[in-house]
C-alpha cells in the first residue's frame, strides 16, 4: 500500500505502550483511536477518557492490571466525542461486580464531565429531524471504517489498526456535572476541573498540580487542530480554542498528557507547542478575515492561506487531522453563512442542470470523457475528476465517468498528508466501484 510518507511515519505517535508518566499517573497510547489516563491513589484509581471500544478499553485494563489492582471509582469524561467516552462500563468493571452479588457498579461509580456535555453531538434529540444516515456515512469515510488497517495507515489521531469490537457500546451517563472551575479531592489527589472550549464547547481539562500533569482532552495533539470535521460538524469556535490554550499555558505544566498522540514532557517544549497551536488558530482566522473583507470567495482564500514561517514546519502543526483549508472554508461559512457574496451564487444552477450546459458547450459527452481520462493521465486528478463529475451528474457515461473518478480518488488520496481526506478518498472511490 502507497501513502503519503509523512503519514506513515505520523504512525510513531501511535505505538502502543502503557506510559508511566510518574509512580502514580499511568497512559495508554496507541491501544485506541483515543489516550486513557490512570491516577493510582492509595486506596483506588481515577480514570480520564475511555476510548472508542469496549475490546480497546478491555486490553487496556487488562495491562493496566499488571500495575495496579485498586478498583476505579471516579472517570472523568474530557469531552463527548464517543472516540473517550465509550468504554466507560469497562473501567467501572461492572461485570467483576456483578459475579460478586446483584450490584450493579454502573450506579456506584462516578462519573464526571462538563454541564453542558453533549453540546457537540447534534442526533442525540430522536423527536427532532436530523442529518444521522448522512453523518453516519461521512463518518465511516473520515475515519475509513471498512477500510482494511494497511490501507488506512492511522486516523490522524490514532491508529489505523485498532480493535473495533464494541463500538460505541461502553457509555455510561455522567453523573456529576462540572458548571465552573472546581477542585476536587479523590483518591488523594487534588484536581482542577476546569471548562476549556476547544475542540468541543464541552471540554474539561484536568490539572494535577502536585506533579504539575495537565491533561488537555482534544484542545492539543500532535497534528493541526481539527476545526473542521469533514465527517461533518457545527461551526468550531476559532477564537474559543484560541483562548483555551491561553488558559492552558498559564499552568506551566511540566507534563501534558493528550487525549491523542504522544505525551510531551518538559515545559518549555509544552509551551512551544500550546504557543504555536494558538498562533496557527489565530493565524487562520486573521487571514480568512482579510481575505473575507478584500471580497474574495471561501476557495481562493483558502487556496491562499498559508501558516507563517515560523509555524509552517513544526511538525505538530502538519496536516495530519485538522487541515488549513478546511479550517479556513469552515471559519467564512461559521461566520458569513454559506453566501460567498457573489451574487451569481445567488441563482446557482444545480450541478445536473451546469453538466447538461457544460457537455453542449464542450461538443458533447465522448468529447469531455476524453478530456476527462486525458486529464487523470496528466496527472491533473482534481479536474479529472470535476469534469468527471459533469458527466456522472448528468448522467452519461456513467461507468467510464465514474471509473476516472476512482482513478483520481485514488492518485489524491497517497498523495495527501490527510488522514481524514485520504480515507475519506479511499472509501468514495471504493462505493462507486460497488
Ligand atoms: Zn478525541
Given amino acids: 500500500m502507497t501513502a503519503h510518507p509523512d503519514l506513515i511515519a505520523h504512525n510513531t505517535q501511535f505505538e502502543k505502550k502503557l506510559h508511566a508518566l510518574s509512580p502514580t499517573v499511568y497512559t495508554a497510547v496507541g491501544y485506541a483511536a483515543s489516550n486513557v489516563h490512570f491516577l493510582i491513589g492509595d486506596e483506588g484509581v481515577v480514570v ?35 472516540d473517550h467516552i465509550s468504554g ?19 450506579n ?34 473520515h475515519f475509513g471504517i471498512s477500510l482494511s488497517p494497511d490501507e488506512r495507515i492511522n486516523i490522524g489521531i490514532g491508529p489505523g489498526d485498532r480493535p473495533m469490537n464494541g463500538l460505541g457500546a461502553g457509555y ?43 491533561f488537555s482532552g482534544d484542545n492539543y495533539y500532535h497534528a493541526f487542530p481539527n476545526l473542521y470535521a469533514i465527517r461533518g460538524t457545527p461551526y468550531r469556535d476559532f477564537d474559543a480554542w484560541a483562548d483555551t490554550l491561553d488558559q492552558l499555558l498559564a499552568y506551566n505544566a511540566a507534563i501534558l498528557a493528550p487525549g491523542h498522540t504522544q505525551p510531551i514532557i518538559g515545559s518549555d517544549a509544552i509551551r512551544e507547542r500550546l504557543t504555536d497551536y ?25 487556496d491562499e492561506l498559508q501558516l507563517p514561517e515560523n509555524l509552517a514546519n513544526k511538525p505538530y502543526l502538519k496536516e495530519f487531522y485538522g487541515h488549513i483549508g478546511y479550517a479556513s472554508r469552515a471559519y467564512f461559512a461559521g461566520t ?25 458547450l464542450v461538443g458533447g459527452a465522448a468529447k469531455l470523457l476524453t478530456a476527462a481520462k486525458q486529464a487523470l493521465e496528466n496527472g491533473e486528478y482534481q479536474w479529472a475528476m470535476e469534469l468527471a463529475d459533469r458527466l456522472i451528474a448528468a448522467d452519461l457515461e456513467i461507468a467510464d465517468a465514474r471509473a476516472v473518478k476512482m482513478g483520481a480518488l485514488r492518485q489524491l488520496a ?6 481524514p481526506t485520504r480515507n475519506y478518498y479511499l472509501l468514495s472511490a471504493r462505493e462507486l466501484e460497488e
Wanted: net charge negative; no cysteine; proline share 5%.
Fill in 48 to 82: 480520564i477518557d475511555t476510548t472508542e471500544t469496549t475490546q480497546a478499553a478491555q486490553n487496556i485494563l487488562a495491562d493496566f492490571r499488571k500495575v495496579s489492582q485498586l478498583p476505579i471509582r471516579t472517570i472523568i469524561y474530557t469531552h463527548s466525542h464517543r
Fill in 278 to 302: 494558538r498562533d496557527a488558530i489565530r493565524a487562520v482566522v486573521a487571514q480568512t478575515v482579510k481575505g473575507m473583507n478584500a471580497g474574495l470567495d471561501p476557495v481562493t482564500i483558502a
Fill in 414 to 419: 497517497d498523495l495527501t498528508i490527510n488522514a
Fill in 108 to 141: 456506584k461509580i462516578e462519573v464526571i464531565a462538563a454541564d453542558n456535555f453533549m453540546s457537540d453531538l447534534v442526533n442525540v434529540d430522536q423527536q427532532r429531524p436530523a442529518p444521522n444516515t448522512a453523518l453516519l456515512s461521512r463518518t465511516k469515510r
Fill in 336 to 360: 458569513l453563512g454559506w453566501f460567498d457574496g457573489n451574487p451569481t451564487s445567488l441563482g446557482q444552477l444545480t450541478p445536473a442542470a451546469e453538466a447538461h450546459q457544460f457537455i453542449n
Fill in 88 to 106: 466507560a462500563t469497562v473501567f467501572s468493571e461492572q461485570q467483576a461486580q456483578q459475579l460478586k452479588g446483584p450490584q450493579v457498579r454502573q
Fill in 172 to 214: 455510561i451517563e455522567p453523573t456529576h456535572r462540572i458548571s465552573e472551575t472546581v477542585t476536587l479531592i479523590r483518591e488523594g489527589f487534588e484536581l482542577e476541573l476546569a471548562k476549556a472550549p476547544g475542540e468541543t464547547p464541552d471540554h474539561i481539562v484536568v490539572w494535577l498540580a502536585s506533579q504539575q500533569i495537565l
